[in-house]
């Protein structure tokens, strides 16, 4: 049901439960004054009744003769002053001598009067037996009266007769009905009035109404793009509320839809920004985690060098200390052979004036002069095995400075170790070179020796001195020649001293840089181990940024089912 009709019902329902309470308690109320009113009127009608009956009929009520009279006239059956003064109206007059109608305007369905008949019980009682008047509701020919009563008094004072006015129920019920009627005819008109007012108002408000709806509606629809009608914003009452209200709603919606929709298009930008670089961002962490793989890898490419590298420094401080312990032999057997060149010397300057006399004794020492030459042939291999530690001391520093080169920033003191490695191994088979430069003279100048011996055996008789002065001098230069031998093996021992000591330093830097390398395996291992963690992550938040774009691109959905009036203020 539209709101126009159910403003007219509502009020004609209204007013017509008003109207209806007003004639039920009208009716109530007019009955009540209708029946004073009546009391009132039969009162006076009484009154006037008998003042007329005692003007017209001048004397007492009496008794004679067993007829009612007033003065000199006689009531019984005189009708001429009762109908005179009940002419035109519906009172019914009756004169009682006793308890019996003398004379009445009453008459019978016949149109007889009715006299002869005696009053209602209660109604002598009351007036003839207790002498007081009597009002009420009283039964005359079948049909209900209302009646006023009052006794009538001889000169003495004695009851003689009822005076009696009354009129029918049914004409007071008319009378009521009468006027009932009246007033709902007037309520009906009143009625009637309000309904069309209602029908008025009902379609001004259910129009104004209807158009409040049809903005809201359109606001429903999404579109905020309209103006209110002024006329309804101008109204003054709960309606131009409404209207205004919706007017602000609309306004403040159309804000908000806009706000909505600016900040919708930031947060797909900073969307897709987002996205973008978590994009780029778990690219790069991909790239990371594979570095950091082949990092893991080439670490543990690293320890193994590096293990390899120990092994290969301890097998060279081996052959270091052996060649050490070899050149303090060698510097031993240089020592002996000065000695001997000394002692050599020193029996040649003794020898040489007994030179003859000890022929066969020099003969003898020299040929064991010459088997001991042979310890000259010892320093040969002792410089070959140098000569062999020297060239595998440079493969293995070469060796070292390429695992040095692998292991990156961790492997550059060892590096540097390596070098000085080298360097020595290069000054030690620079020595051992020299070495064998020296024995190589030393050997000629024995063989040398060897063949003056033979050559003194052979000609001792005809040049032994010139060949034992000859003999003297390279007694000299072979003692000069041991001195150098013993200065270069003193030196290939202060070179492999030097070397160990630094093949230990290397030893202690490849350990720490194995140390190194596994401690950056593990963690490594654990940056791996995050990495991966992170790429999760990574991979959560791309999802989480794709399922915001979504609902980002939803937002966008459904703000675009708005219409708002841009650049100006919605009305």
Same mark, same amino acid.
């Given at each position: 049901?539209?709101?126009?009709?159910?403003?007219?019902?509502?009020s004609?329902?209204?007013?017509?439960?008003?109207?209806?309470?007003?004639v039920l308690?009208?009716?109530?109320?007019?009955?009540?004054?209708?029946?004073?009113?009546?009391r009132e009127e039969?009162?006076?009608?009484?009154?006037?009744?008998?003042?007329?009956?005692?003007?017209v009929?001048?004397?007492?009520?009496?008794?004679?003769?067993?007829?009612?009279?007033?003065g000199?006239?006689?009531?019984?059956?005189?009708?001429?002053?009762?109908?005179?003064?009940?002419?035109?109206?519906?009172v019914?007059l009756?004169?009682?001598?006793?308890?019996?109608?003398?004379?009445?305007?009453?008459?019978?369905?016949n149109?007889q009067?009715?006299i002869?008949?005696?009053?209602?019980?209660?109604?002598?009682?009351?007036?003839?037996?207790?002498?007081k008047?009597?009002?009420?509701?009283?039964?005359?020919l079948?049909?209900?009266?209302?009646t006023?009563?009052?006794?009538?008094?001889?000169?003495?004072?004695?009851?003689?007769g009822?005076?009696s006015?009354?009129?029918?129920t049914?004409?007071?019920?008319?009378?009521i009905d009468?006027?009932?009627?009246?007033?709902?005819?007037?309520?009906?008109?009143l009625?009637a009035?309000?309904?069309?007012?209602?029908?008025?108002?009902?379609?001004?408000?259910?129009?104004s109404?209807?158009?409040?709806?049809?903005?809201?509606?359109?606001?429903?629809?999404?579109k905020f793009?309209?103006?209110?009608?002024e006329?309804?914003?101008?109204?003054?009452?709960?309606?131009?509320?409404?209207?205004?209200?919706?007017?602000?709603?609309?306004?403040?919606?159309?804000?908000?839809i806009?706000?909505?929709?600016?900040?919708?298009?930031n947060?797909?930008?900073?969307?897709?920004?987002s996205?973008?670089?978590?994009?780029? @961002?778990? $690219?790069g !962490?991909?790239?990371? %985690?594979? #570095?950091?793989?082949?990092l893991? *890898?080439?670490?543990?490419?690293?320890?193994?060098?590096?293990?390899?590298?120990?092994?290969?420094?301890?097998e060279i401080?081996?052959?270091?200390?052996?060649m050490?312990?070899?050149?303090?032999?060698?510097?031993?057997?240089?020592d002996?052979?000065?000695?001997?060149?000394?002692?050599?010397?020193?029996?040649?300057?003794?020898?040489y004036?007994?030179?003859?006399?000890i022929?066969?004794?020099?003969?003898?020492?020299?040929?064991?002069?010459?088997?001991?030459?042979? @310890?000259? $042939?010892? !320093?040969?291999?002792? %410089?070959? #095995?140098?000569?062999?530690i020297t *060239?595998?001391?440079n493969?293995?520093a070469?060796?070292?400075?390429?695992?040095?080169?692998?292991?990156g920033?961790?492997?550059?003191g060892?590096?540097?170790v390596?070098?000085e490695i080298r360097?020595l191994?290069?000054?030690?088979?620079?020595?051992?070179?020299?070495?064998?430069?020296?024995?190589?003279?030393?050997?000629?100048?024995?063989?040398?020796?060897?063949?003056?011996?033979?050559?003194l055996?052979?000609?001792?008789?005809?040049?032994?001195?010139?060949?034992?002065?000859?003999?003297?001098?390279?007694?000299?230069?072979?003692a000069q020649?041991?001195d150098?031998?013993?200065?270069v093996?003193t030196?290939?021992?202060n070179?492999?001293?030097?070397?160990?000591?630094k093949?230990q330093?290397?030893?202690?830097?490849?350990?720490e840089?194995?140390?190194?390398?596994?401690?950056?395996?593990?963690?490594?291992?654990?940056?791996?181990?995050?990495?991966?963690?992170?790429?999760?992550?990574?991979?959560?938040?791309l999802?989480q940024?794709?399922?915001?774009?979504?609902?980002?691109?939803?937002?966008?959905?459904?703000?675009g089912?708005?219409?708002?009036?841009?650049?100006?203020?919605?009305?």
């Amino acid at each position: 049901m539209k709101f126009k009709w159910k403003i007219i019902l509502s009020s004609v329902g209204v007013i017509l439960a008003l109207a209806l309470s007003i004639v039920l308690f009208t009716r109530s109320e007019i009955s009540n004054l209708v029946y004073y009113e009546i009391r009132e009127e039969l009162q006076n009608y009484s009154n006037m009744g008998l003042r007329l009956f005692d003007r017209v009929y001048d004397g007492e009520w009496s008794i004679v003769d067993g007829k009612l009279y007033k003065g000199n006239a006689q009531i019984n059956e005189n009708y001429e002053l009762i109908d005179d003064f009940t002419k035109g109206t519906e009172v019914l007059l009756t004169v009682f001598q006793d308890d019996m109608r003398a004379a009445t305007n009453v008459v019978n369905e016949n149109g007889q009067r009715i006299i002869g008949t005696q009053a209602a019980k209660e109604v002598t009682e009351r007036v003839i037996n207790q002498g007081k008047p009597y009002l009420g509701v009283a039964d005359v020919l079948g049909k209900s009266v209302h009646t006023y009563y009052e006794p009538i008094r001889d000169s003495s004072g004695a009851i003689i007769g009822m005076w009696s006015v009354g009129i029918y129920t049914d004409v007071v019920s008319k009378k009521i009905d009468n006027t009932i009627l009246m007033i709902v005819l007037f309520a009906g008109v009143l009625a009637a009035a309000g309904m069309i007012i209602s029908y008025i108002l009902g379609s001004v408000l259910a129009k104004s109404i209807k158009l409040v709806q049809d903005r809201l509606h359109m606001m429903e629809e999404g579109k905020f793009d309209f103006r209110f009608d002024e006329r309804l914003l101008n109204r003054k009452d709960e309606l131009g509320m409404m209207a205004q209200s919706a007017k602000n709603m609309q306004k403040r919606v159309a804000d908000i839809i806009k706000t909505i929709q600016l900040e919708s298009e930031n947060v797909k930008v900073m969307t897709e920004k987002s996205l973008k670089s978590m994009e780029q @961002a778990h $690219e790069g !962490i991909e790239v990371i %985690s594979a #570095t950091t793989e082949e990092l893991s *890898s080439g670490i543990e490419e690293t320890s193994a060098s590096t293990e390899q590298m120990r092994d290969f420094t301890y097998e060279i401080e081996s052959k270091v200390s052996n060649m050490e312990e070899r050149t303090l032999q060698g510097e031993h057997l240089a020592d002996e052979i000065k000695q001997r060149a000394e002692k050599l010397k020193g029996e040649t300057d003794v020898s040489y004036q007994n030179a003859l006399d000890i022929y066969d004794r020099t003969n003898v020492q020299l040929r064991e002069s010459i088997k001991r030459t042979e @310890a000259i $042939e010892e !320093i040969g291999e002792l %410089s070959k #095995t140098i000569l062999d530690i020297t *060239s595998r001391t440079n493969l293995l520093a070469l060796n070292a400075a390429i695992e040095a080169a692998r292991a990156g920033e961790a492997g550059k003191g060892f590096a540097v170790v390596a070098d000085e490695i080298r360097v020595l191994a290069t000054n030690s088979k620079n020595a051992v070179s020299r070495i064998n430069d020296i024995i190589n003279n030393v050997s000629e100048a024995v063989e040398n020796v060897v063949e003056d011996s033979k050559a003194l055996l052979e000609f001792v008789d005809n040049q032994v001195l010139k060949d034992y002065k000859m003999l003297v001098n390279t007694s000299l230069q072979y003692a000069q020649d041991a001195d150098k031998v013993q200065e270069v093996i003193t030196e290939i021992n202060n070179i492999a001293g030097e070397i160990y000591s630094k093949i230990q330093i290397m030893r202690h830097a490849i350990d720490e840089i194995a140390t190194s390398v596994g401690e950056g395996a593990v963690g490594n291992a654990d940056i791996a181990a995050k990495i991966a963690d992170i790429v999760s992550q990574t991979d959560d938040v791309l999802r989480q940024i794709i399922e915001n774009r979504k609902s980002v691109e939803r937002l966008d959905e459904m703000v675009g089912f708005f219409q708002i009036v841009e650049h100006s203020e919605v009305m």
